[in-house]
């Protein structure tokens, strides 16, 4: 398993500056991305679902609850910088402190902030109320409270298992119709 780190900030020389922090930890530049209003699959009119995924589609592991996602949305919308980076299991307290000093969006007290102000995260329009199971739960998109700090959030996150699989192959002689078998016939495995 793996953890995506999610921290917001207001200007993007700040979100850069996180970046660079993040690289100084020694994490690598290519699995830390910063997200903004003109970042490729950003919806400007509406919020991201499973089955379409705006900007989370180009985030990898991305496996965020839907109202985390749109609380990250918003931000975006409103003008701020989602920095992400996926990191190893071992590593992920590394990252959180590297981030501990940059200028991070305290998330909780802004969404507070917004709600007061109207905004509503809005689930989707089905009304349904899905339950997942509990390997899913526990593999995907589950924030890790161990290292969630004010502005910075880390969410448990699976990469698919990669495997090398070695397959016997066997050959069977088939008989002509009508032939009848004979026991002197061998077949090779």
Do not use: C
């Not at 996180?18 to 910063?34: K, P, Q, T, W, Y």
């Not at 699976?158 to 066997?170: F, N």
């Amino acid at each position: 398993m793996s953890h995506t780190i999610t921290a917001l900030f207001d200007d993007r020389s700040d979100a850069d500056a996180g970046l660079d922090r993040l690289i100084a930890a020694g994490f690598d530049a290519g699995d830390i991305h910063v997200h903004d209003k003109t970042s490729d699959g950003f919806d400007q009119a509406g919020y991201s679902s499973q089955a379409k995924p705006g900007l989370w589609a180009r985030i990898k592991n991305a496996f965020l609850p839907d109202e985390d996602r749109h609380v990250y949305e918003e931000g975006v919308r409103r003008g701020g910088h989602l920095l992400t980076a996926d990191v190893a299991d071992d590593r992920v307290a590394d990252a959180v402190a590297a981030l501990e000093g940059a200028k991070t969006v305290d998330i909780g007290a802004r969404t507070e902030q917004w709600r007061q102000d109207g905004w509503a995260y809005a689930p989707g329009s089905s009304g349904d109320i899905v339950t997942p199971n509990e390997e899913d739960v526990l593999v995907y998109g589950v924030r890790s409270s161990d290292y969630d700090r004010a502005g910075v959030r880390s969410y448990v996150t699976d990469r698919p298992v990669e495997e090398t699989l070695r397959l016997r192959q066997d050959r069977l002689d088939r008989l002509a119709a009508g032939q009848e078998p004979t026991e002197d016939r061998t077949t090779q495995a």
